[in-house]
């Protein structure tokens, strides 16, 4: 899918889905739902329902995500699963803290429609509360056998997790799977001149300690990920 410049800056920030197709309730980048349905159909053959839990998120949703957890209207957790006391932190550190797990508006890779969040319904009951926590998806967690799957066949759909490691900026998450080469493209494409333009023109919490200390949240946060 070949995109002009301002267009292309526009869908990797969140701020156009162009890019995107509606699949099962969700919308992917359309050159990568080919692979992602070869993926499903693999894991089904291997007694697994991949399912996905979430996709795309437009900026304005991830704002609101990130608003809400800099004002302590949703809770902002720490790697041992404890709330953080953000009363505590100064404007900066709370946006360290939120990135942990949310990714920064502008920045998310589920503006990519590349990436993915998923789990395995055949694992649980029809009222399970689905939480996307690090123990889902380990040894005795309901989507730890899918998680064991994953891991050996991604890369053969042409997928892998960017956030396997804990590389000291975003905490590790199983669940979150991305397409090698679209995904690639797109990030390969972000800079810290195109978020700081899109960040500059938002009205997100805790702006100017974002725009001061863009470039060590840049290097932290958004490249520092594990490799394919």
Request: glycine share 6%; proline share 4%.
């Amino acid at each position: 899918m070949a995109l002009d410049t301002n267009t292309l800056a526009m869908c990797i920030t969140g701020q156009s889905d162009t890019h995107l197709t509606e699949i099962q309730s969700h919308r992917l980048h359309t050159d990568i739902i080919d692979d992602f349905l070869a993926l499903q159909n693999g894991a089904k053959n291997a007694g697994f329902e991949l399912t996905i839990a979430s996709s795309f998120r437009d900026f304005n949703r991830q704002a609101m995500i990130w608003n809400n957890k800099f004002l302590g209207i949703r809770p902002v957790f720490n790697k041992q699963q404890q709330i953080v006391d953000l009363s505590q932190l100064n404007e900066f550190e709370k946006c360290t803290a939120i990135m942990l797990y949310s990714a920064m508006p502008g920045a998310s890779r589920h503006h990519l429609g590349t990436d993915l969040d998923v789990y395995d319904t055949a694992a649980i009951s029809d009222d399970y509360k689905l939480q996307l926590t690090p123990d889902e998806y380990q040894h005795g967690g309901p989507f730890a056998p899918l998680s064991q799957w994953l891991d050996k066949n991604l890369a053969k759909y042409g997928f892998y997790r960017p956030y396997k490691q804990d590389l000291g900026g975003v905490a590790p998450e199983l669940w979150h799977i991305s397409h090698i080469k679209q995904s690639q493209r797109l990030v390969n494409t972000l800079s810290e001149a195109m978020l700081y333009e899109c960040i500059s023109n938002s009205d997100l919490e805790g702006k100017s300690a974002i725009l001061d200390n863009l470039p060590a949240l840049y290097k932290r946060f958004i490249t520092n990920v594990s490799p394919p």
